[in-house]
């Protein structure tokens, strides 16, 4: 294999695909980048045993074939190296030779042929999706989805709907004491189930989305973008421009997201979220390592207090627009703050039902949502009642 490549062009392939040859703990050959030279073109491959990424840079190819070289460090290089043409060779020797004018590198490889191909994903149905609604709705659900590959609620809920000429999307997150609940109305190419399912759903792992996050932002800014997500019992792809990107579907189940949500609520709570979110700011450094703060309103103010026994205690109120009776509730401080951090709006609203008994702990979720961000709803559970 012989072919001179742009620089920066060649940059732009190799960090949509390294992220995947870049992990720790991974067979030999997932580090390593398979490149293909063929009809004027260089196809960049990195896989794992559960993901796989490919993007085809153009490029003048004087002789076609493969290599491969490590990810990381090919990654590397080329963000180091001067703009303009760089010829990639691979020597009699499984090396490749980077060359830049006077620059010359020698990186090792394996053998091409160790690396399996892309696997052939027959769809049992696809549907097209913004990418920019698409990469805000994940962000807002990562914080939400646990980070142990070895617990049962490591996944992201993928639930396409159809109900009558209405199709929607669905993105769920969960660790069974936080829930984020994104909806995305799709068009025209909403596609259809070849079954002819009314609907259609799959589970993705957190770190999968991760890595499809990455490629995602840096496409965020080239203007509306469609997705092409095609799946079947085994996988799902996502395609678009010149990027192509598989992963294995997690098979645990997932819990049912609607029941998480009241049809009927006796509290509503709204205020501004900026004022919340420096409120509970400043008092976590009273509370420091305490994990607690208490909610308590009244028809006029929300009032925000927690305690530490070494340190001392805090208290905030808030002007707040209220539905319902007085009351108050105990949250996990960083599980509120981690809310206010993914919102992006201004008008934050707590809607909840609340047990008359103010002597009853209540085991009903919270529901949180923001005035400006209609498309995205959070559960939170709260830890007590108050008195």
Same mark, same amino acid.
């Given at each position: ?11 732009? /392939? ?29 196809? +960049?491959?990195a896989?794992?045993?559960?993901? /796989?990424?490919?993007f085809?840079?153009?490029?003048? #190819? ?12 090919? %990654?590397?290089?080329?963000? !180091? ?7 990639l060779?691979?020597?009699?020797? *499984? ?6 004018e ?13 690396? #399996? ?15 920019d609604q ?20 490591? *996944?992201?809920?993928? =639930? ?6 209405s199709?929607? +999307?669905?993105i769920?997150?969960?660790?069974? =004491?936080r829930? %984020? =609940? ?31 996050? %990455? ?11 469609s997705? !092409?997500v ?20 997690l ?20 205020c ?37 026994e ?9 002007? #707040? ?18 809310? +206010? ?10 809607? *909840? ?14 529901i ?6 209609? !498309?995205?709803?959070?559960?939170i559970m709260p ?5």
């Open positions: 294999m012989d072919i001179i490549v742009d620089q920066e062009t060649f940059l732009d /392939g190799l960090q949509r695909v390294a992220l995947l040859a870049e992990r720790k703990n991974l067979v030999q050959v997932g580090s390593f980048i398979l490149i293909e030279a063929r009809d004027q073109k260089a196809i +960049l491959f896989s794992d045993n559960q993901t /796989g990424g490919r085809e840079v153009p490029c003048e #190819v004087r002789s076609p074939g493969k290599t491969t070289v490590a990810g990381k460090k090919i %990654h590397q290089l080329f963000r !180091e190296l001067p703009a303009g043409k760089v010829s060779t691979r020597l009699e020797n *499984g090396s490749t030779r980077i060359e830049r006077r620059l010359i590198y020698d990186l090792k490889g394996i053998d091409p042929e160790e690396y #399996v191909g892309f696997p052939e994903i027959k769809a049992d149905y696809s549907f097209l999706v913004s990418l698409m990469a805000g709705l994940i962000r807002k659900t990562l914080p939400f989805v646990l980070d142990d590959d070895a617990k049962p609620m490591n *996944g992201v809920l993928f =639930h396409r709907v159809r109900e009558g000429a199709v929607s +999307l669905n769920v997150g969960t660790d069974g =004491h829930l %984020h =609940h994104g909806t995305l109305r799709l068009g025209e190419d909403a596609g259809f189930d070849l079954a002819g399912q009314s609907e259609s759903r799959f589970i993705l792992r957190k770190r999968t989305l991760q890595d499809l996050l %990455h490629v995602l932002d840096i496409d965020l800014k080239s203007g509306p973008i997705v !092409e095609v799946v079947n019992p085994k996988y799902a792809t996502f395609r678009w421009g010149g990027f192509y990107y598989y992963t294995r579907l098979g645990t189940p997932f819990p049912n997201y609607r029941d998480a949500f009241p049809s009927q609520f006796n509290l509503g709570i709204e501004s979220r900026s004022s919340l979110e420096a409120s509970i700011r400043r008092m976590s450094l009273v509370s420091d390592k305490k994990s607690e703060i208490i909610f308590t309103w009244d028809a006029r103010s929300l009032i925000l207090s927690t305690r530490n070494e340190i001392g205690e805090s208290t905030e109120t808030l002007p #707040v627009f209220l539905k319902g009776s007085p009351g108050s509730l105990v949250f996990n401080t960083e599980q509120i703050r981690t809310l +206010l951090q993914v919102c992006q709006g201004e008008t934050m609203r707590m809607e *909840g039902v609340i047990d008359p008994d103010p002597e009853k702990t209540s085991s009903f979720p919270s949180w949502s923001c005035a400006e961000e209609p !498309e995205s709803r959070y559960v830890l007590e009642a108050g008195n």
